[in-house]
């Protein structure tokens, strides 16, 4: 099958998402120059190399409230974040934290899930995750 992105695929859901399989699913935290923290549930991230060890996530579409999300304005700002892992035992406070909110409220407390801080990084990792990068 050929597929060319920006033409209609005919299917009921686009499939480029679902190409690159099996792909991680987590959150990734961040926080602003204030200290305020955001978690986003994110499944476009990845270790991308070893050698230097780089990390990345992408980010699509704007904020509900205007402007980018959180979290890319947040990295954008401070050049740190977490990507944490979800496990099957996280799937109701992952789908809890993929509701669209206003900025101003927690993810960590809307969830249930709890921040514990990074070691080398300002914004904290999500404590019931087993992996932290």
Not at 43 to 49: G, L, M, R, T, W
Not at 91 to 110: H, Q
């Amino acid at each position: 099958m050929f597929y060319e992105t920006k033409d209609h695929h005919g299917l009921k859901h686009n499939p480029f998402k679902s190409l690159v399989v099996p792909r991680p699913i987590g959150w990734v935290s961040s926080q602003d120059r204030n200290g305020v923290v955001n978690l986003a549930p994110y499944s476009f991230f990845n270790a991308v190399a070893s050698e230097p060890p780089i990390v990345m996530f992408s980010s699509n579409g704007a904020h509900s409230e205007g402007g980018y999300k959180d979290s890319v304005s947040n990295v954008q700002d401070t050049g740190e974040f977490v990507c944490s892992l979800a496990t099957w035992e996280n799937r109701e406070a992952m789908n809890t934290t993929s509701s669209m909110v206003a900025r101003s409220i927690d993810e960590f407390e809307l969830s249930g899930l709890t921040p514990v801080p990074s070691e080398l990084v300002k914004p904290p990792r999500v404590k019931e995750s087993p992996v932290h990068l």
